[in-house]
């Protein structure tokens, strides 16, 4: 039987180069552990996902060079790694290749095309027909690539029936919550069904809105686990398929894998992008609270600036809050107080204003004034600005265009409120002295653009808000199956109505990090041109 290492990588979309040296890299620490094969993730030498890179003509030949070149440098062992093949006609593939002595031994192409939720492979891709058959030190092994193990009685099966002793799956799955635990009872269930070891490598590491979690892992025929990588960071996981399996690591509990994947998110679009610090409103609030401990942990504490904009309606309170977490993450902390700045703004504006009642205007250019400052310092110093909103805000509007939504990146977009809130008391379990103080928990939310104002004046309870969201949004429910004895119905109509209202403002949020099976983004695609209110 062989032994082959699952080379689970972190790629950047389009860094042909440094994927190469990531896999030539790997390829040498494997052949040094004497393996007869070494398996990277789907799409490593482009990166996944490429989008609208694949329409680039130089793009795909790029990627085609970049595999002939590292084809000759790969002897001694076999390597199986994904790229994007042609048949020169216009048609392209998502392929993997068999390398070994030197040269490109054979190639597969996935069959079986996702076209829902973040994929569009449909959209590039020609599904291929080849048997995925390869030989590796005489031993005869089915390759497939990611949805393919998904599709019952897809290609992998045939693999199995042809004679395959080994089935790998080359995978870019992205992250959402419970992904792991899925994946792994799918895999169990394949293995099983075929009765051959399964090995799958999974990509890690953010690219754009998507969190790719790793976890990569073998299966035995008989269900059992063999092997698994870490989660959310890079492995090079070995396996001997001629030995019993032995201790598995421990795979992290929920609330973990929501943190560590905000974290990995936040770290990857900051530093594949060429930022080297981040900047933030940090108001006192548990939300603020929350990302500025995530992006502590994801960049260190000298890459974070919190920048503090106090009004007349900020509390004490809130105010001390605010400076209690910059302490005890001990960044760089900034208060510059909007009072008078706001006072020059409703000047300007009384002529107009003054025979009008306040309302969402004065509370709104509060929070464009605040979006102003953390602009203005994003530009003069190159600090990429992390906007603060969850996903409970955004979806039902609580949030200010160019305002409090102004930035380069929203961690915390597919986050509701009520998980904010599980997050950040996990967050503080951990440390002996915890970041989040007490008192910014157990403090009533508020927006702070009013006397005494409270989020559950206009939203109603968090508790109650996300129950309707989530199976709103992530069910696709109607009102009046939303609706019941804690819940109702005209409750639920106001909440859905709001949703549907602000699809507008969703469309021009920064992009932020999938964490549900449905994240505003390519999960959900409302018009924003909507009369259906059922």
Not at 145 to 170: F, M, P
Not at 312 to 322: G, L, P, V
Not at 374 to 380: D, G, I, R, V
Not at 382 to 391: I, R
Request: glycine share 8%; aromatic share 8%; hydrophobic share 40%.
């Amino acid at each position: 039987m062989l032994k082959i290492a699952c080379a689970q990588i972190n790629t950047t979309v389009g860094d042909l180069e440094g994927n190469s040296q990531k896999i030539l890299a790997a390829v040498s620490a494997a052949a040094k552990l004497k393996v007869d094969a070494v398996v990277f993730p789907e799409l490593a030498v482009c990166g996944y996902p490429p989008e609208d890179l694949l329409l680039k003509p130089h793009f795909i030949q790029s990627n085609l060079k970049a595999l002939d070149a590292l084809a000759k440098k790969v002897h001694g062992l076999s390597t199986i790694v994904g790229f994007v093949d042609s048949d020169g006609s216009g048609k392209i593939y998502n392929a993997a290749a068999h390398i070994a002595k030197g040269k490109v031994q054979d190639i597969y192409h996935k069959q079986e095309l996702p076209n829902y939720g973040v994929f569009d492979e449909k959209r590039y891709f020609t599904p291929g027909r080849s048997d995925g058959l390869f030989q590796i030190s005489g031993v005869k092994v089915g390759v497939n690539i990611c949805e393919d193990i998904w599709v019952d009685g897809a290609v992998y099966s045939r693999q199995a029936k042809a004679g395959a002793k080994v089935l790998i799956n080359i995978s870019s799955s992205p992250y959402e919550e419970g992904k792991l635990q899925r994946r792994q009872e799918l895999l169990m269930r394949r293995a099983k069904e075929c009765k051959t070891t399964l090995l799958y490598v999974n990509a890690v590491g953010g690219q754009d809105e998507l969190v790719f979690d790793g976890g990569s892992m073998a299966i035995l025929p008989d269900g059992k686990i063999l092997g698994r990588a870490k989660q959310f960071a890079e492995d090079l996981l070995v396996v001997d398929l001629s030995k019993p399996a032995g201790k598995i690591p421990e795979a992290m509990d929920a609330t973990e894998e929501v943190y560590q994947a905000l974290v990995l998110g936040v770290r990857d679009y900051v530093n594949k992008n060429g930022f080297s610090k981040v900047a933030l409103g940090l108001s006192g609030g548990i939300d603020s609270s929350l990302l500025a401990v995530i992006a502590v942990d994801a960049l260190g504490k000298d890459n974070v600036v919190g920048i503090s904009m106090p009004s007349q309606f900020n509390s004490k309170a809130t105010r001390a809050d605010a400076a209690a977490v910059a302490k005890n993450l001990n960044i760089e902390f900034l208060e510059i107080p909007i009072k008078r700045i706001y006072a020059h703004y409703l000047a300007a504006l009384e002529p107009w204003f003054a025979t009008t009642a306040p309302n969402s205007a004065e509370e709104n250019l509060q929070a464009r004034l605040r979006g102003d400052i953390l602009m203005a310092f994003s530009n003069k110093f190159g600090w990429l600005v992390l906007t603060t909103g969850n996903k409970s805000e955004m979806a039902v509007g609580y949030c200010t265009l160019y305002g409090d939504m102004s930035g380069g990146f929203a961690p915390l977009k597919d986050i509701f409120k009520t998980k904010v809130y599980e997050l950040a008391r996990w967050r503080n379990s951990q440390t002996r002295t915890p970041p989040v103080p007490k008192s910014v928990l157990l403090r009533s939310p508020s927006a702070e653009l009013r006397p005494d104002q409270t989020d559950e004046e206009n939203l109603g309870p968090y508790e109650d808000l996300d129950q309707v969201l989530s199976q709103y949004i992530e069910g696709h429910r109607a009102p009046s199956a939303i609706a019941g004895p804690k819940l109702s119905l005209k409750y639920v109509q106001k909440t859905v109505q709001l949703v549907d209202r602000n699809e507008y403002k969703r469309r021009q949020a920064p992009p932020g990090i999938k964490i549900t099976p449905r994240a505003f983004g390519k999960d959900w695609r409302l018009p924003l041109t909507n009369k259906y209110n059922e």
